[in-house]
């Protein structure tokens, strides 16, 4: 049985930005992947940005070392 | 058949280009419309063409590329949304009616425009710029390149000009995107103005604009954008702001494909391969009698387009004979460009065209020469 995990969501003003979020963590080896804005979370674009918790505390600096633009990070369990 | 019409649109190009709106048609969704696989596939693509784009014209984040259906429509994006009543532009009378146009409309709501002159070789003076300027000029609006003679701006000297009087520069790039190296931001661009299917090799429906960082820019369309969908207003960020509606993603996949090549490719192999060309025929046709040249076909750099007349023919009946008597392809008539044709004379017969693309071949060049030999001697 799949188990929820604790989440990092980050959310974005434009699909540009998501799509920018993607290529450059692909580049960089950051984990995560795209999925569709939960609705707990308010955001400009349908598209968030999810990594577990413990990811995003580790890449963290690494992402805004990169400049990575995003609306905000948001913490939910998620599958 | 010899395809000798490029600036009009590219018919030869890369086999990618094809393959890969093929593939598109079958793959992609809608870019930005959702999160399953064919419509990331798309926001993907899209995204991939906006950083191809962005290297080409040296702008820094891709974010400041926005895709529109052409030319025309960025001009009037820019010039619609950054010209104000009571505001002052600069132009020139070499300039296409995707510039002239939205001028026209914005001058009829209260701005003020001024178009400078061209010499008898199709050249503006752009030391009268200093002469031109007003206390409320705002922008200069300038063609890298005339469709009609193939004349090259030199971009750096006007803005030079508008960066030390903090105007505003908007670029048309329709005749030298994918065949001149422009580099919006060391060039101080405000708004550059791009078209996919010319010189880039892409398909038709298919241009956009690079916007400077901290330009507010207002849109020219508003309506579905993928995000903020409950606000009553179109979003600002950009490049959403500039992209309403669905995008043809199945054009960007082929610009991309078209990209990739030329980036691969280079720049300056295109360029110099089409300038030896278009320099091929005008050395060509300069000897024949009867022949006049419009441009400065001296200049060391051109965009790959020769302009021509034959005798006092009409430039209909000497583009009509190319196809009918050797399978030439060229433009005729007054190419959108009313005000240099008046400058050059040819307001009444028009000129004919002919514009080259790398893919072209020594060849047919000769040929060509020869067909406008064939009417010319025979008058």
Redesign the interface.
Known sequence: MREKKRCAVLTF????????M??RCQEGGIPGR???VPKEITA????AWRMTAEEYERWRPELERLGLRFQEAAEMMLY | MIYLDSAATALHRPPEVERAMCRALHTIGNAGRGAHGPTLAAARLVYGVREKVAALFGVSDPARVAFTANVTQALNTAIGGLIRPGDHVITTVCEHNSVLRPLYRKEDQGAELTILPADALGRVDFDALGDALRPNTRAVVVGHASNLTGNVVDLKKVSDFTRSHGLLLIVDAAQTAGTLPVHMEDLGIDVLCFTGHKGLMGPQGTGGLCVRAGLDLPPLLVGGSGIRSFDRAHPSQLPEALEAGTLNGHGLAGLGAALDYLLDRGMEDIHRTEDALARRFAGGVRSIPGVTLYGDLDAPVRAPIVTLNVGELDAAEVSGRLWDEAEICVRAGAHCAPLIHRALGTQERGAVRFSFSCFNTEAEIDRAVQAVADIAGEG
């Not at chain 1, 003003?13 to 920018?20: D, G, K, L, R």
């Not at chain 1, 400009?44 to 598209?47: A, S």
């Open positions: 003003h434009t699909t540009t930005e998501a799509m920018a993607e290529r795209l999925i569709p400009g674009c349908g598209l």
